[in-house]
Structure formats: C-alpha cells, structure tokens
C-alpha cells in the first residue's frame, strides 16, 4: 500500500550534521503529521519531534536548537536536519506517519525502516 523510506544515516564527528530524509511513496493516498523517533542501545524509543501537514512543530527538549524538522508535501518527503550533533544522539532513527489512502476514512499508522546515525570521534 504506502512504503516510507528512509536515507541519510552514518558516521558524523561531535559538532557535525546530518540530514535525513524519508519519503513516502504509495498509489494514492494524504499523510497528516509525521514523526521522528530514535531508538539507543539499551535504551526505550523516544519521540524526537514531529511536524504537522502545515509545518507546525515540536521537539523533544534534548534536540531543541539543534535539530529541525520540515517536509515538503508536494515530495511527500519530511526532514530531519541534526545540528551540533553528540555522542548520545547515536541512535536508530525511524520516521512515522498518519496516511490515509485515498476511499479510505481513517489514518494508518506507517514506519520506516530505521537507519543507523552514529556520532563518534
């Protein structure tokens, strides 16, 4: 039905960046919000932030002024930009997103596949 792909992990020094992408592809359907989460060893998924179809934002208070979500509804595509990345930002992030397929009256929970971001000297 609807697939999310995510892109743009790997390897980044301390005070480095990274963008991640994840786009959603599908034969018809809307997305409503759409999320960002990560997932550290030994530690429970936590919700990093997440952006409303009109770009309205929130972030967890660990990554404010450091990461920024956007998305562009015309790619079904949604960003996460990491700034000043550290140590403890090493993680699996997963995206998320609330899609209604097209005849449908309800929004679906959809997951992407995960991908690694490790920040490390």
């Known amino acids: 039905q609807v697939q999310l792909v995510e892109s743009g992990g790997g390897l980044v020094q301390p005070g480095g960046s990274l963008r991640l992408s994840c786009a959603a592809s599908?034969?018809?359907?809307?997305?409503?919000?759409m999320g960002w989460y990560r997932q550290a060893p030994g530690k429970q998924r936590e919700l990093v932030g997440l952006?409303?179809?009109?770009?309205?934002?929130n972030y967890a208070e660990s990554v404010k002024g450091r990461f920024t979500i956007s998305r562009d509804n015309a790619k079904n595509t949604a960003y996460l930009q990491m700034n000043s990345l550290k140590s403890e930002d090493t993680a699996v992030y997963y995206c998320?997103?609330?899609?209604?397929?097209?005849?449908?009256?309800?929004?679906?929970?959809?997951w992407g596949q995960g991908t690694q971001v490790t920040v490390s000297s």
């Open positions: 952006i409303t179809p009109g770009g309205g934002t």
């Open positions: 998320s997103a609330k899609i209604r397929a097209c005849g449908t009256a309800r929004d679906v929970d959809y």
């Open positions: 599908g034969s018809c359907f809307s997305i409503n919000v």
